[in-house]
Nanobody, 124 residues
Framework: QVQLVESGGGSVQTGGSLTLSCVVS????????VAWFRQAPGKEREGVAT????????RYADSVKGRFTIVQDNAKPMLHLQMNNLRPDDTAMYYC?????????????????WGQGTQVTVSS
């Protein structure tokens, strides 16, 4: 079993920045894929970014490329999502997830473990 707990959400104005964090615990003795997702009211959950704990390639949704960055801290272990130049359409509940059935997947149906989410609100 793996547990994930997100934090760092909040309210910012357009153009502002936030850093989300996700603490991963449990059966994490091996390398694995992690990802961030988001879900706005009335919309489907969408993949934001994913990477592997060993580093290397990262994958981002087109809507966040150049603005969001995944940062790994495997010593703790923690996963961060640095979000810059935020826009109102970034407003959503943000979730971290781990252990997908498909490498580098941004499809939420591929992920086995989820956190409870942290709210991000961007005002214009």
């Amino acid at each position: 079993q793996v547990q994930l707990v997100e934090s760092g959400g909040g309210s910012v104005q357009t153009g502002g920045s936030l850093t989300l964090s996700c603490v991963v615990s449990g059966d994490t003795y091996k390398d694995y894929y992690v990802a961030w997702f988001r879900q706005a009211p009335g919309k489907e959950r969408e993949g934001v970014a994913t990477s592997h704990t060993r580093g290397g390639r990262q994958r981002y949704a087109d809507s966040v490329k150049g603005r969001f960055t995944i940062v790994q801290d495997n010593a703790k272990p923690m996963l961060h999502l640095q979000m810059n130049n935020l826009r109102p359409d970034d407003t959503a509940m943000y979730y971290c997830a781990a252990f997908p059935s498909v490498a580098y997947s941004l499809d939420p149906s591929d992920y086995r473990y989820w956190g409870q989410g942290t709210q991000v609100t961007v005002s214009s």
